[in-house]
């Protein structure tokens, strides 16, 4: 089982995680279709709305609370329409109230670490990271 | 900083320290926060099998924060997989009986421990004395809202819903690493289901542990030089590695007899690896008046100590001694294992030893006599061990043999 990397929306919807691979994100639960089962999970960042949908088949049911934080963590699939892509997520944890600037904060102290080991693996994030600079 | 050594190529670089030092490293009686990763990566001790190495560091627990993102429930323990962001890795998590329910399967089979039955007289004791010193404070009625039981039930609901986690819960494992069916896991000794609402303690592990890994784990293991030269360290465990050696060479090829320079070139790699390779070329034989270098010196005194250790066990004697260092393999000596044969045929004829076989004291004083002065007991025993194997001879107590 491949782990689920922790990613910001941004990051993937420039596709910093491959199809297939394992992905942990987070943003704010702005809309959620039930006999779809999608949810479509938000974030600002530079002064940019940046958008996710989320497959919640796996998850179902959850108790929805729209404008609320949620964190998801789930593998990355071609998104219906073949226009970006999509999180089939199989876990979904409501985390509203939590300290977003910290925890970039930690995503990137993590990130920092792992840039100074060399690992090849943080080039990917990080890779991302550059084209929407914090 | 000391790369880890997951490539082949740096495994034959890098050694480990003896087995014996680890204890001066506080990361090996620490609980590690390590990266699952880094747990999955790391390299297995060859002296101690269930040790692992990080960066030189002997590591025996971890420490981990993560989802659970699989789950296999038997009845006795769960196996939960647990993802830091790093990796996933198995968890095994046993399951306390104590607070099992009374309708479980597992108690009705009457696995009620003696403790559990100790615990749970204990803390009715406690309730009742809590119960009546409450009573005394806030009036009588006071005592009819503390049930012991009912506090019990509360507690056993609170120690399960702790250890029974469902997918997509955060779950804190502490215990040692295990490599099962060449798979990683962790045995765990304390696992808990961790409430993080707003994601407290995962940001706060995620600033820790970069931290650790820069302060501690990631700076190699120095041993200082008063530690290296400890006699009762690196020494003896030199020595057992040179024993060792020796002891494969002269099974795998199959020796009779050697010198001490035919084996000396196998202890090489063991001594300090500074190259003084020019003298030792030239003067093999040289004398310590003419300053051998440091090396050689050593060299030839782990020699002399592991043949001295070899000689004692009896694996190999030196029937004559004299200027030429000759050793004889104990075994494979073919004119020993026969004169000892002869002895006992011999002498096994004579009534006096007809019925009950020669005394490993006799058969060793003529043995001494006949065939060589510097042959041991331990010598000696390891020839019958061979001789009784082959069917040649039998022993009829625990010290006497006679020939078949």
């Known amino acids: 089982?491949?782990?689920?990397?922790?990613?910001?929306?941004?990051?993937?919807?420039?596709?910093?995680?491959?199809?297939?691979?394992?992905?942990?994100?987070?943003?704010?639960?702005?809309?959620?279709?039930?006999?779809?089962?999608?949810?479509?999970?938000?974030?600002?960042?530079?002064?940019?709305?940046?958008?996710?949908?989320?497959?919640?088949?796996?998850?179902?049911?959850?108790?929805?609370?729209?404008?609320?934080?949620?964190?998801?963590?789930?593998?990355i699939e071609k998104a219906e329409g073949g226009d970006g892509v999509m999180v089939h997520a199989r876990v979904l944890n409501c985390v509203d109230g939590v300290n977003l600037a910290l925890l970039q904060r930690g995503v990137n102290e993590q990130r920092s670490y792992f840039r100074e080991r060399g690992e090849s693996k943080g080039d990917a994030a990080t890779a991302a990271q550059q084209r929407a600079p914090l | 900083m000391q790369p880890e050594a997951t490539e082949p190529e740096e495994d034959s670089v890098w050694e480990e320290p003896p087995s014996m030092l680890w204890g001066l490293d506080p990361m090996f009686n620490a609980f590690n926060r390590l990266y699952v990763k880094d747990i999955l990566h790391m390299r297995e001790s060859c002296q101690v099998s269930g040790i692992y190495f990080y960066n030189s560091h002997p590591i025996f627990k971890v420490d981990v924060l993560g989802t659970v993102v699989y789950k296999r429930e038997r009845e006795d323990f769960f196996c939960y997989g647990v993802d830091d962001g790093t990796g996933v890795i198995n968890s095994l998590c046993w399951k306390d009986e104590q607070w099992r329910e009374q309708g479980d399967p597992a108690t009705r089979k009457c696995r009620y421990s003696h403790y559990s039955c100790v615990s749970t007289l204990f803390v009715f004791t406690v309730g009742c004395v809590l119960s009546s010193v409450w009573a005394r404070a806030?009036?009588?009625?006071?005592?009819?809202?503390?049930?012991?039981?009912?506090?019990?039930?509360?507690?056993?609901?609170?120690?399960?819903?702790?250890?029974?986690?469902?997918?997509?819960?955060?779950?804190?494992?502490?215990?040692?690493?295990?490599?099962?069916?060449?798979?990683?896991?962790?045995?765990?000794?304390?696992?808990?289901?961790?409430?993080?609402?707003?994601?407290?303690?995962?940001?706060?592990?995620?600033?820790?542990?970069?931290?650790?890994?820069?302060?501690?784990?990631?700076?190699?293991?120095?041993l200082d030089s008063s530690a290296q030269n400890i006699q009762g360290g690196s020494a003896s465990y030199l020595l057992g590695r040179a024993t060792r050696i020796l002891k494969d060479f002269l099974k795998e090829k199959e020796v009779t007899r050697f010198r001490p320079y035919d084996v000396q070139d196998l202890l090489q790699p063991l001594v300090s690896r500074q190259p003084q390779k020019t003298a030792s070329e030239q003067e093999p034989e040289a004398g310590p008046s003419s300053g051998p270098p440091t090396s050689f010196k050593q060299l030839r005194e782990l020699l002399q100590k592991s043949l001295q250790i070899l000689q004692d066990e009896g694996l190999v004697f030196r029937k004559v001694k004299c200027q030429d260092e000759v050793y004889h393999v104990t075994e494979r000596d073919k004119d020993l294992l026969m004169a000892v044969r002869d002895i006992l045929r011999e002498d096994c004829r004579r009534e006096k030893y007809a019925e009950k076989g020669c005394h490993i004291l006799h058969i060793l004083s003529s043995v001494r006599q006949r065939y060589s002065r510097n042959v041991s007991k331990a010598a000696l025993v390891l020839v019958l061990k061979a001789l009784e194997c082959n069917s040649d001879i039998i022993s009829t107590s625990d010290s006497h043999y006679t020939i078949l």
């Not at chain 1, 639960?29 to 919640?56: C, D, F, G, M, N």
């Not at chain 2, 039930?153 to 060449?182: D, N, Y």
Request: net charge neutral; aromatic share 10%.
């Open chain 1, 1 to 75: 089982m491949s782990p689920a990397v922790f990613h910001f929306l941004w990051e993937v919807n420039f596709g910093a995680v491959k199809e297939g691979d394992s992905v942990r994100t987070f943003g704010r639960l702005v809309s959620y279709q039930p006999e779809e089962s999608k949810a479509t999970l938000s974030i600002q960042h530079a002064a940019r709305q940046h958008q996710v949908v989320v497959q919640t088949t796996f998850v179902e049911p959850f108790d929805p609370i729209i404008g609320a934080q949620y964190i998801v963590l789930g593998e």
């Open chain 2, 138 to 222: 806030f009036g009588s009625s006071a005592c009819e809202d503390f049930n012991p039981a009912s506090e019990l039930k509360k507690l056993r609901q609170a120690q399960h819903s702790s250890s029974h986690l469902e997918i997509g819960e955060l779950l804190r494992v502490r215990g040692p690493v295990k490599t099962s069916r060449q798979q990683r896991e962790i045995m765990a000794s304390t696992y808990y289901k961790v409430s993080d609402p707003v994601m407290a303690v995962q940001i706060s592990w995620m600033m820790e542990v970069p931290q650790l890994y820069r302060q501690c784990y990631d700076k190699p293991f120095h």
